[in-house]
């Protein structure tokens, strides 16, 4: 009898595991299901997706360094070129005189301002994406309009270019305006599609063009298990047991233990847990 509740026991703790893995490792995501789109109504949308040249001399020079804080230097330095190119727009407008321009120049200083923000900040920035949107088409293979009155909803899946993620990371959506050719900052954060097992940030645009999704942070925090609703499961969001590495990345045999007493806890199986590991055997000393 014994022996039969120490097989129970370690089945539910594998199955308890392979329910709390899920998203400690999401599927690899491949060109075609990294960015999509919809309308206003719902539905998809296919866009081409071109990559940017980051060669030397070109605008996202450096972008691509190995050295996280060279990269993140190279993009500041594009975002200070974009703020002299808002200063130089902004001159010319107020040099008009004219009070109809107060709305547009009054949105490039605010643009300016949030570049300097990025351009200014300690913070180290890790490019997601850096992508050449263009045309956008209906299921049929025609050709859509993407304009103020026609609106797309962009979706660009994160996995397969960052690590660490976490929910509620900031994100900033840059996007080179096709019509004035000037950077827009848009503020976002990390979302988890817990069906899909993808971390993701999404943002409306009103024209297609370059495109850079950027990660803003100043800590190196790792969550191994997102939180959020697993399908069939009526936990609250934020309720699922979660792991949190050392500084190193590594994680103990008793913290993994603990997961899963506490993942058994939450489909209300009771047991007692007592942490074993780092103890002296009795029979052996060791």
Avoid at 24 to 32: H, T, Y
Avoid at 44 to 67: C, H, P, Q, Y
Avoid at 170 to 189: A, F
Wanted: glycine share 6%; proline share 5%.
């Amino acid at each position: 009898m014994k022996m039969k509740k120490l097989t129970a026991l370690a089945l539910a703790g594998a199955l308890c595991m392979g329910m709390s893995t899920v998203a400690l490792a999401a599927p690899s995501v491949g060109p075609k299901d990294a960015i999509t789109a919809t309308t206003e109504n719902g539905t998809n949308v296919e866009l081409n997706k071109n990559e940017i040249n980051v060669d030397r001399w070109s605008e996202f020079d450096g972008w691509d360094s190995t050295n996280p804080e060279k990269a993140s230097d190279a993009i500041k330095d594009t975002f200070e070129q974009a703020s002299v190119d808002y200063e130089k727009r902004i001159t010319e407008l107020k040099q008009k005189n004219d009070p109809k321009l107060a709305g547009v120049i009054a949105e490039y200083e605010k643009q300016q301002a949030a570049l300097n923000t990025l351009v200014e900040s300690d913070d180290l920035i890790e490019v997601a994406t850096l992508v050449d949107l263009s045309v956008a088409k209906d299921e049929n293979g025609q050709i859509l309009p993407v304009d103020p009155e026609h609106p797309l909803m962009v979706k660009f899946v994160l996995n397969n270019r960052l690590e660490n993620l976490a929910v509620g990371q900031k994100i900033r959506i840059m996007h080179q305006n096709s019509r004035t050719q000037l950077w827009e900052v848009y503020e976002g954060e990390v979302k988890w599609d817990a069906v899909k097992s993808e971390f993701y940030v999404e943002n409306e645009f009103t024209s297609l063009s370059p495109v850079a999704i950027l990660r803003v942070t100043s800590d190196g925090s790792v969550q191994v298990t997102p939180p959020g609703e697993q399908p069939g499961n009526t936990n609250q969001p934020g309720d699922q047991p979660t792991v949190t590495p050392d500084k190193d990345g590594n994680v103990t045999a008793d913290q993994l233990a603990d997961l899963i007493a506490k993942k058994l806890q939450t489909n209300g199986v009771k047991f007692d847990r007592t942490a074993a590991t780092g103890k002296a055997s009795p029979k052996t000393g060791e």
